[in-house]
């Protein structure tokens, strides 16, 4: 990685910065896709746990359905390989928005967890470093926590393949990026539980 993990010292899980973040080859835009949580299993999380689970993606040690569906979303085709996957990986940034970790993957994080001020401080860190021009936010739940604070941005023309109880979510956001840039945010539904390549034209609408 480019970007040493250790320049974000307001994020306790340090994002994931792909070798080709910041001249993209594949994706038009820098692009920020921002998770939800990241979860403990036995042992307390590094600080580099997103980097971790990422980098065995890439070395095919562990299957991830959240990429697969993720690459398959931006590829408008299925991406399944190791080296499918890194294409995709190494053109984005990744960031969870709890800065707390969860005990399970069957749990959500709680409103508490959501509403923390760490959150905020450090996803803002995050945009100022990273300045992405397009955040990709996975999951309705946090898209609700996120918006709170920013600018509303274009109406996306199209229905999306499924819409959210809290929120229109054909309603996009600016973010502020870097110093002066922006950035546009559009959400999608959480892809560890599948349909990547149903969000595809609703992710083409918002580039």
Known sequence: ?????NSFTTCRF?????DNYKKPRLLPYRTLVVGESAYVKTTPLRADHVSMCVRKVL???EKSRLWRNVASMFAGEPQSTPEQLAKWCHDV?????????ISSSQERPSDEQFKLRQNEIALKSVLMKLRPQLILVLGFGTWHYITGTTREGPYLPHLPPMRSTQDDIRQS???RSGSKGKALGIAVR???RGGGL??????????
Do not use: C
């Not at 940034?93 to 970790?101: D, I």
């Open 1 to 5: 990685m480019r970007e040493k993990v």
């Open 14 to 18: 340090k994002p994931w910065v792909g």
């Open 59 to 61: 070395e095919g040690t």
């Open 93 to 101: 940034a990744f960031h969870n928005f709890v800065q707390v970790p």
């Open 173 to 175: 956001y600016w973010f």
């Open 190 to 192: 959480h892809p560890s």
């Open 198 to 207: 149903k969000w595809h034209r609703w992710l083409e609408d918002g580039i």
